[in-house]
């Protein structure tokens, strides 16, 4: 059965062990949901994707070509310091998109998946998100995509709904409002427990606006607040079945960890089985051990 693996943000936390393996794996596409830098830039990271076989898709994350500056005036909401500070992130992504060779940088795109299935889309949502209620990277995203608010967000999301298959994979950097205002949540906010929910309105309104326009809905895959809780350091609700669509955080940060004196790799895997999507988390150590985790649906179906 057709099979695509998903790797969280990176960080830079990716060695020539994760190329050997996933070159080597019976999954036909590798998803990427961002934030490949330790910090910010990301080429030389965007670089060592280039050395994967399979067909690759990444949606950049608000680490991805973005600077410190630039950064820290998103996170103060001044957009025309951002904006000052941010002049740089076109030829940034056009240097990083080139450095990802044949994998592809996506965003407000839709991608057919034949190897997945007949009808299914691989939706790339907004790119660079940040989470929370307002629309970051702002003049970079009005340069680039014509861009500028939540709401047209949502219209070009539409948009592209309207122009893909049947049955849908979201791809996104952050997930979706509406799944829990807790820190602990899929996609809460564990830095300011007062943000409560941190995922993306018009993300959203896409998924709704899908199903109502009688689409399916698979997966809706993202990363950004990573698993582990700043706070607490206990590990956020990462998975949710609801209303038949799974959501996925996979921002296990860092996606490679030492347990048991062994380096553990971190990815999920989807893989359809009769007619259903099954998620599954698995670590992988360079000597060969497997460690996976068939996520329940019945156990995690919050619909009710
Ligand atoms: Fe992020
Ligand atoms: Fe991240």
New binding site residues.
């Given amino acids: 059965m057709p099979k695509i693996a998903v790797i969280g943000?990176v960080?830079s936390f990716w060695t020539d062990f994760d190329i050997q393996y996933f070159n080597n794996s019976d999954y036909e596409y590798l998803l990427f949901t961002g934030?490949l830098p330790r910090f910010f830039g990301g080429i030389s990271d965007a670089k060592k994707l280039a050395r994967l076989s399979k067909p690759v898709f990444v949606i950049p994350?608000n680490?991805d070509g973005s600077n410190l500056k630039q950064f820290m005036a998103e996170l103060k909401n001044k957009p025309m310091l951002s904006h000052l500070f941010g002049r740089g992130q076109d030829k940034m992504m056009k240097s990083y998109d080139d450095a990802l060779g044949m994998a592809t940088l996506s965003g407000y795109s839709t991608h057919p998946l034949p190897e997945f299935g007949p009808d299914v889309s691989l939706i790339a949502a907004r790119p660079h998100s940040m989470g929370g209620d307002r629309l970051y990277f702002q003049s970079y995203l009005k340069r680039q995509f014509q861009v500028s608010t939540i709401e047209e967000s949502i219209m070009r999301l539409k948009k592209i709904v309207d122009e893909s298959a049947q049955n849908i994979i979201f791809l996104a950097h952050n997930g979706p409002r509406g799944l829990g205002d807790k820190a602990s949540d899929i996609w809460g906010c564990d830095f300011n427990t007062a943000y409560g929910d941190f995922g993306d309105e018009d993300l959203r309104v896409a998924v709704e606006y899908a199903k109502g326009q009688g689409k399916r809905v698979l997966a809706v895959i993202a990363?950004?607040m990573?698993q582990r809780l700043k706070k607490t350091k206990q590990r956020r609700q990462w998975f949710i079945f609801k209303n038949g669509i799974s959501y996925i955080n996979a921002?296990h940060?860092p996606r490679i960890f030492n347990h048991n004196e062994k380096k553990w790799h971190h990815h999920i895997s989807l893989q359809f089985e009769k007619e259903q999507l099954q998620v599954s988390e698995v670590l992988v150590t360079p000597q060969g051990e497997v460690r996976t985790q068939i996520m329940e649906r019945s156990e995690l179906d919050y619909s009710t």
């Fill in positions: 943000d960080h934030d994350g680490h990363g950004h990573h921002a940060v």
